[in-house]
C-alpha cells in the first residue's frame, strides 16, 4: 500500500509534541506561583500570633476591624 502513498491509520507511531518556547514560560509561570505561594504563607506565619499559615486572618478581633486612624 505504501507504493500509493496511502497508509493505515494506526501505522505511525504516536509522537509527542515537542517542547517550545510556550512550555518552557509555563513552566517557568508554575515556578512562580509555587514560590509566591510560599512566600505568602513564610509572611502569613511570621505576621500572625498563632505562629500557622493562615494566623495572619485573625490579627483582629471577629467582627472589628481597623484599618487605621
Do not use: D, W
Given at each position: ?16 509534541a515537542p517542547l517550545n518556547i510556550y512550555t518552557g ?45
Amino acid at each position: 500500500m505504501s507504493q500509493f502513498a496511502m497508509q493505515m491509520p494506526g501505522a505511525q507511531r504516536a509522537r509527542s509534541a515537542p517542547l517550545n518556547i510556550y512550555t518552557g514560560l509555563m513552566l517557568a509561570a508554575v515556578v512562580s506561583l509555587i514560590a509566591a505561594v510560599g512566600f505568602v504563607m513564610y509572611a502569613g506565619m511570621q505576621v500572625g500570633p498563632e505562629g500557622g499559615p493562615m494566623a495572619a486572618v485573625k490579627l483582629h478581633p471577629e467582627g472589628k476591624v481597623s484599618l487605621g486612624r
